[in-house]
């Protein structure tokens, strides 16, 4: 394979299809990614808060990410940033970048020297771009998917992943993906602004683990809502949303076993014995665990019904 050489540094080509995209009602934006290369998601996908995404790829150059955010954190829309950077890259023509600022502006560059098939569409509220392609039908089937799915952001941007795998895909295969989302609108709490970051470093079929790994995403986020809703007394609410989670995600005892101790605390026992019950029948480990609670504080519950529920 030929190598290019990169601001002093030979790099090999990251071949990989993605897409960035936002969801102004949501208030959420981000990147995901696959590649048949190790780790796209320590490469491709750069996010900030109230600033905007970045996908570099193709022969990648990673600063195309940090500058990218910095540029558009101090004024410059998506264009401007990139007409920036590629000026000053003297191998712009083998890079693949695009970028979607927190207002929705959106710039995209496929260099003339990418390895096709390779090309970019930009649609209303998102960007889908691909090098080293089967066919020429990838990126397309991308921007439709995501323009044709009813669901949230995430939902869509996981369709237009799938659509680029069904139209053929990485031509020389599969290896990794990423998704990283975040809010368009910063906070005075950082650690709360990105709400979404899941890497599949290596994997026969990322795409399709990726999106199981959305799903327990999903299913945590319930339960977590849940234990919320249970501290403040909302017993309906609580139960609800530990429902959800249950659906989502029917095969983690662990998110089971949080819930039969909230409900525990609030004095569900018949409840959560029959929960605990289940769990124990596939796991006694768990037996230990909860024995353990009490002497910690996470478990308010009197030594007989602790019996009870470890019969």
């Given at each position: 394979m030929k190598l290019v050489k990169s601001?002093?540094?030979?790099?090999?080509?990251?071949?990989t299809?993605?897409?960035?995209?936002?969801?102004?009602?949501?208030?959420?934006?981000?990147?995901?990614?696959?590649?048949?290369?190790?780790?796209?998601?320590?490469?491709?996908p750069w996010v900030e808060a109230g600033v905007?995404?970045?996908?570099?790829?193709?022969?990648?150059?990673?600063?195309y990410g940090v500058l990218g955010l910095l540029l558009m954190k101090n004024g410059k829309t998506p264009e401007q940033t990139l007409k920036a950077l590629t000026a000053v890259d003297p191998n712009s023509e083998v890079r693949q970048v695009a970028m979607l600022s927190a207002d929705g502006k959106i710039a995209t560059f496929t260099g003339k020297n990418c390895i096709p098939e390779a090309g970019h569409i930009t649609g209303e509220n998102f960007s889908v771009q691909a090098n080293l392609m089967t066919s020429k039908e990838v990126w397309p089937?991308?921007?439709?998917?995501?323009?044709?799915?009813?669901?949230?952001?995430?939902?869509?941007?996981?369709?237009?992943?799938?659509?680029?795998?069904?139209?053929?895909?990485d031509i020389r295969g599969r290896q990794s993906a990423a998704i990283v989302v975040v809010?368009?609108?910063?906070?005075?709490?950082?650690?709360?602004d990105k709400?979404?970051?899941?890497?599949?470093?290596?994997?026969?079929?990322?795409?399709?683990?990726?999106?199981?790994?959305?799903?327990?995403?999903?299913?945590?986020?319930?339960?977590?809502?849940?234990?919320?809703?249970?501290?403040?007394?909302?017993?309906s609410g609580a139960m609800r949303e530990y429902e959800y989670a249950a659906k989502e995600a029917p095969e983690i005892d662990e998110l089971k076993f949080w819930q039969a101790i909230a409900m525990?605390?609030?004095?569900?026992?018949?409840?959560?014995?029959d929960i605990l019950k289940d769990i124990f029948k596939r796991n006694e480990g768990w037996k230990k665990v909860l024995k353990s609670l009490p002497k910690v504080g996470f478990l308010l519950t009197d030594e007989k019904t602790l019996n009870l529920v470890l019969e």
């Amino acid at each position: 394979m030929k190598l290019v050489k990169s601001l002093g540094v030979f790099r090999r080509p990251i071949s990989t299809y993605s897409i960035v995209a936002i969801d102004k009602k949501e208030g959420l934006m981000g990147v995901a990614v696959q590649s048949h290369w190790f780790s796209v998601g320590s490469v491709v996908p750069w996010v900030e808060a109230g600033v905007g995404v970045v996908a570099t790829q193709s022969i990648a150059e990673i600063s195309y990410g940090v500058l990218g955010l910095l540029l558009m954190k101090n004024g410059k829309t998506p264009e401007q940033t990139l007409k920036a950077l590629t000026a000053v890259d003297p191998n712009s023509e083998v890079r693949q970048v695009a970028m979607l600022s927190a207002d929705g502006k959106i710039a995209t560059f496929t260099g003339k020297n990418c390895i096709p098939e390779a090309g970019h569409i930009t649609g209303e509220n998102f960007s889908v771009q691909a090098n080293l392609m089967t066919s020429k039908e990838v990126w397309p089937a991308m921007a439709s998917a995501f323009s044709k799915t009813n669901g949230n952001l995430v939902e869509k941007m996981i369709a237009s992943l799938e659509a680029a795998e069904t139209a053929g895909g990485d031509i020389r295969g599969r290896q990794s993906a990423a998704i990283v989302v975040v809010r368009t609108k910063a906070s005075n709490e950082p650690w709360k602004d990105k709400v979404l970051d899941l890497r599949v470093e290596d994997h026969p079929n990322p795409v399709f683990e990726l999106k199981r790994l959305v799903r327990i995403h999903n299913a945590y986020e319930h339960a977590n809502r849940g234990d919320e809703f249970m501290a403040v007394g909302n017993i309906s609410g609580a139960m609800r949303e530990y429902e959800y989670a249950a659906k989502e995600a029917p095969e983690i005892d662990e998110l089971k076993f949080w819930q039969a101790i909230a409900m525990l605390n609030h004095g569900m026992v018949r409840e959560a014995r029959d929960i605990l019950k289940d769990i124990f029948k596939r796991n006694e480990g768990w037996k230990k665990v909860l024995k353990s609670l009490p002497k910690v504080g996470f478990l308010l519950t009197d030594e007989k019904t602790l019996n009870l529920v470890l019969e």
